[in-house]
């Protein structure tokens, strides 16, 4: 007898079970607790029955697959039907979050939950200090697993927007990760979505690619130079010179203006010294903006042959693009 | 030198297991994305040129597909979602909604064994526009009034494909469309500052969501060309940087120093200089690196993250879509697939080492084919299918609209 059946406090429940016909596709060898709770479920749902009971079988259906939407989405509206506290349903999901750091839907579900409860507490200022405080401490314990987790950035990008999060103590928390590893792109992306989409001086709409004369120039400064320590740091790590270059469209600067530096780490004149092939291929692309074709060729030369020969085909196409403009 | 073997008919054995026989416990946690499981089954077999699946099981693949049909439209991903017939009506059709990947995926498959007749074109069309924002991007349901799920790219690829599906054929549709400028408004918007395409808003560039965003704008025509050119002036391009595109694409090659390697703790690893090393402080100098002809190249989805299988194909795709897939020199990608991560038993895993799994080993092959693979069929690379099934997909559809036999794929309702 299956765990639900025998139960008295489902007796009321008759299980709607799955009809997978004949010969189904991607058939799964569901283990039998799966499938009776799912009975049960669909029966819940089709009845619309939101009580406490239901908030159980979907902690167990959860349990076993965490990838279930309609689970998810049902145990919210029970949630919100209740009116079961918030503050308790988030600890439980912090639990769920740290034994599948994978789950997508968990996320959406803390959304949700959060988008609950923000209009309770969005007139007081220390519930919302409170509120960030948590949720900012529970991302940074996610972080200690898998610090480039896409969707819990994506959750912490949700939280700055809804909590107006774009401040110093983030730029700070992002500074401690690239402490820990400078290569952590994801970081690096969202240091990027906190300087240059802070609301308080970022005109509306600007794309990520494109020039923003709203950003103050004494914060491109910094920046730059932010990104600098970072190549000085580690040379070959792709995201700081990524980073740089964002900076300077942001900033409508030239990449001329970063010449000496960039040299620093890739000399091709007389004496041939290289020490990032993505300083060599910074180059090439400012002296092709300053008109300099012959030297960035011999750049995108040097890195085809010779520092990122990988890549050949497309220094190559790059060559080629040099001499046909 | 030897070159690199797919070994064609152990995966035509390993996709012919995945078909015919339970899959394990532990794909519980796809159970509501099998629909996906049932595409990539049948597309692979039928990438491999496989033999011929019998009458009788394609009639029943297809029943089960049209099982899923939601009867307002669109399809669930797997009978777990779907309730008998008799507990729909009363406005209950929300209980379990249709879901927008499992469409796609459902109509896909449904072009593996057999017609299109069945699909309910019209409401699967209306529901389909139901599912888009304001903002231009589409969820994944709709329930109670509200579109759920994410605003990423997955979401929009898989709209406009379902839209191809349905209505790319047809010059004048009754069905009103889906609001075409808002999504690639929104697609511009997922443009990151490093060159690649993030889910919505500027978070960090990743090759699945590039891949989507590229496809979807190859879907709606509206990609422009490497060198610049675009045909209509008065259309803004879908990509905002093209060059930056292209070089965070290839960026996301790396080599693979496949050593012998006699320790237990961490196997073979990638080139600390190059992309993934962990030590800050203790980097390499950059040497010269020398081409050699037992090269490994892997593609990762992210700067500084590990290779992976399946993102050699989100790569090579979306390149590929551009027009500038003779970026990536194939032959080391060939070797890194099939020296390893093809498994002994067939299929692709996920790292070296691996044991297979389904989307990889679906991805590795699209991969392949992608790059030209002898024994694969020539492939589609927007669609993610074989160019013959596309054109077949085609044909169907128009068949679909001419046959008398029935009612529900009609041009009007």
């Given at each position: 007898m299956g765990k639900y059946e025998g139960d008295p406090a489902w007796d009321d429940v008759v299980p709607i079970p799955q009809d997978d016909g004949e010969?189904?596709?991607?058939q799964i060898a569901y283990a039998d607790e799966y499938a009776e709770a799912m009975g049960y479920l669909r029966a819940i749902v089709a009845a619309k029955e939101h009580s406490s009971r239901v908030l159980d079988l979907t902690v167990e259906i959860i349990s076993m697959n965490p990838a279930h939407y309609t689970v998810w989405l049902y145990r919210a509206s029970t949630i919100f039907a209740l009116d079961h506290p918030i503050q308790q349903e988030i600890e439980w999901v912090n639990e769920v979050a740290l034994d599948n750091e994978k789950n997508y839907q968990i996320w959406h579900h803390r959304q949700l939950l959060i988008d609950h409860l923000y209009p309770s507490i969005s007139s007081d200022p220390v519930a919302l200090q409170k509120l960030a405080n948590s949720e900012i401490a529970f991302l940074t314990l996610m972080f200690n697993s898998d610090s480039k987790n896409y969707h819990v950035w994506s959750y912490r990008q949700y939280l700055v927007r809804k909590l107006n999060l774009f401040n110093a103590s983030e730029i700070k928390s992002i500074e401690a990760l690239l402490k820990v590893d400078v290569r952590n792109n994801s970081a690096w992306s969202h240091r990027f979505f906190i300087v240059f989409s802070n609301p308080e001086y970022a005109t509306p709409?600007?794309?990520?690619?494109a020039y923003d004369p709203g950003i103050p120039d004494a914060l491109l400064d910094c920046e730059i130079e932010f990104s600098k320590a970072a190549i000085f740091e580690?040379?070959?790590?792709?995201s700081p010179w990524n980073y740089l270059r964002g900076v300077l469209r942001k900033g409508g600067r030239?990449?001329?203006?970063?010449e000496c530096f960039a040299s620093e780490f890739a000399k091709i004149e007389s004496e041939e010294e290289v020490k990032s092939s993505h300083a060599l291929d910074f180059l090439a692309d400012l002296w092709n903006e300053e008109g300099e074709t012959e030297k960035a060729d011999k750049a995108l030369k040097l890195l085809g042959?010779?520092?990122?020969?990988?890549r050949k085909n497309y220094w190559e196409w790059r060559r080629k693009a040099l001499k046909a403009a | 030198m030897t070159h690199a073997k797919l070994n064609r008919e152990l995966h035509i054995k390993y996709w012919q297991r995945c078909l015919n026989s339970l899959l394990p416990t532990g794909y519980t946690t796809t159970d509501s994305t099998r629909m996906s499981l049932g595409y990539f089954i049948l597309s692979a077999l039928d990438i491999l040129s496989a033999p011929p699946l019998p009458s009788a099981q394609r009639t029943q693949i297809r029943n089960w597909i049209l099982c899923c049909q939601h009867p307002s439209g669109g399809f669930c991903g797997s009978p777990n979602h779907k309730f008998p017939d008799?507990?729909?009506?009363d406005g209950k059709e929300e209980m379990d909604p249709a879901n927008l990947p499992a469409t796609l995926f459902a109509l896909m498959s449904l072009g593996f064994v057999g017609r299109?007749?069945?699909?309910?074109r019209v409401k699967c069309l209306r529901w389909l526009k139901s599912l888009q924002r304001d903002d231009g991007s589409f969820g994944e349901l709709v329930r109670q009034g509200r579109i759920e799920g994410g605003r990423d790219m997955r979401y929009c690829f898989v709209a406009v494909s379902v839209r191809w599906l349905l209505?790319?054929?047809?010059?004048?549709?009754?069905v009103e469309d889906i609001d075409i400028e808002a999504l690639v408004a929104h697609i511009r918007a997922g443009q990151t500052f490093d060159g690649g395409v993030s889910?919505?808003?500027?978070h960090e560039a990743h090759a699945g969501y590039t891949y989507c965003a590229i496809a979807c704008l190859s879907l709606l025509g509206r990609l422009p060309h490497s060198s610049g050119a675009?045909?209509?002036?008065?259309i803004s391009p879908g990509l905002t940087n093209i060059s930056g595109t292209i070089r965070w694409l290839v960026s996301r090659q790396l080599q693979y120093h496949n050593e012998d390697?006699?320790?237990?703790?961490?196997g073979p690893g990638f080139e600390q200089s190059q992309n993934?090393?962990?030590c800050a402080n203790t980097e390499p100098p950059l040497e010269s690196l020398l081409i050699n002809e037992n090269m490994f190249v892997g593609f990762n989805g992210r700067v500084n993250k590990r290779a992976d299988t399946c993102y050699a194909f989100w790569v090579v795709a979306s390149l590929s879509m551009i027009g500038e897939?003779?970026?990536?020199?194939p032959e080391p990608m060939r070797r890194f697939l099939t020296?390893?991560?093809?498994h002994q038993i067939g299929g692709f895993g996920k790292c070296p080492g691996n044991p297979p799994d389904i989307y990889h080993s679906y991805l590795g092959l699209a991969a392949l084919a992608t790059l030209g693979?002898?024994?694969l069929k020539q492939f589609d690379?927007?669609?993610?299918?074989s160019v013959e099934q596309r054109q077949r997909l085609e044909i169907l559809g128009e068949e679909a609209l001419t046959s008398r036999n029935y009612t529900c794929f009609s041009r009007e309702e």
């Open positions: 010969g189904a596709l991607a709409g600007s794309a990520a690619t580690a040379p070959q790590n792709q030239p990449l001329a203006t970063q042959d010779k520092y990122d020969p990988i | 008799a507990y729909y009506g299109m007749e069945e699909v309910k209505r790319g054929y047809i010059k004048i549709d009754s889910e919505s808003s500027q675009q045909t209509d002036s008065e390697d006699n320790s237990d703790d961490e993934t090393g962990i897939v003779e970026l990536v020199d020296e390893l991560t093809q693979e002898a024994d690379a927007t669609l993610c299918i």
